[in-house]
């Protein structure tokens, strides 16, 4: 039995202790007098103690801190030294992951039970589609953040335009789309001057676009709803652009009917 365990080395003592605690003075004692001023330690004194070691737990000795904890690397007395004494903050994170855990097994629970059983092509969570809103508020909503990036992303529509410092609330900015086949790119984003004709603009557009002078009186401007793109209306040249489409309208350059027949 003597293989197992270690006597403590404090004479009048010597019991043996099959768990026992080395010092910092390298002797081996039992948990009663492993504390320092129970065995005479001559490693160091008290007041040279860091303040680290001291003990962690309040109503304890502070100088009988000298077992350390695996799990929040504090020191102990003997009868503390075990995570469930001292209430050690490893514990108490282990129970705070497995909370975390059993959410998370809930919340896939509550998916897959909405959505079926998932297969290797379906995922659990699926997306719904984005329906464009009816709310008058949310809709007026939208149409502010578009227009917000319309004035960033908007370049003058008219060339002698370009470095002036014309205030944005002179500026009518549009959404410029083309029905027709051209190798530039078929959309543009575009400010004119709230004073330039329709007839104008319609020139303007479609040189930006770089279509000949020539095909420009068999082209027309139209001008579609925010909310419902299918919704239609030809422009008149000799109107005002500003009188007949909003700052953020949407455009299209088509071919007139009357040319296509």
Do not use: Y
Not at 120 to 135: H, L
């Amino acid at each position: 039995m003597d293989a197992v365990g270690k006597h403590c080395a404090l004479q009048s003592c010597n019991a043996l202790d099959f768990l026992p605690i080395q010092c910092s003075c390298l002797k081996s004692f039992c948990r009663f007098h492993i504390s320092r001023d129970h065995h005479d330690c001559t490693a160091v004194s008290t007041s040279q103690l860091p303040t680290q070691r001291r003990e962690s737990r309040e109503n304890d000795d502070v100088r009988s801190a000298v077992v350390g904890c695996s799990g929040c690397r504090l020191r102990f007395c003997v009868d503390h030294r075990h995570k469930q004494s001292h209430l050690c903050c490893d514990i108490s994170q282990g129970k705070d992951e497995v909370k975390h855990e059993a959410a998370r097994a809930l919340l896939s629970e509550a998916f897959l039970s909405t959505s079926g059983s998932p297969t290797p092509q379906t995922p659990v969570v699926t997306r719904r589609s984005a329906k464009p809103s009816t709310d008058p508020k949310k809709l007026a909503q939208v149409r502010k953040i578009h227009l917000m990036k319309m004035r960033h992303q908007a370049v003058p529509g008219d060339p002698n335009d370009k470095g002036s410092n014309i205030h944005v609330d002179e500026r009518l900015h549009v959404n410029v789309r083309t029905e027709i086949t051209t190798p530039l790119p078929a959309e543009r984003v575009l400010w004119f001057r709230k004073t330039v004709a329709t007839g104008r603009a319609l020139d303007l557009i479609s040189a930006q676009f770089d279509f000949s002078t020539s095909s420009i009186h068999s082209l027309r401007l139209q001008s579609t709803s925010f909310s419902d793109g299918r919704e239609r209306r030809v422009l008149q040249n000799h109107q005002l652009l500003s009188e007949q489409v909003e700052d953020g309208s949407v455009l299209i350059l088509s071919v007139a009917r009357e040319s296509m027949s």
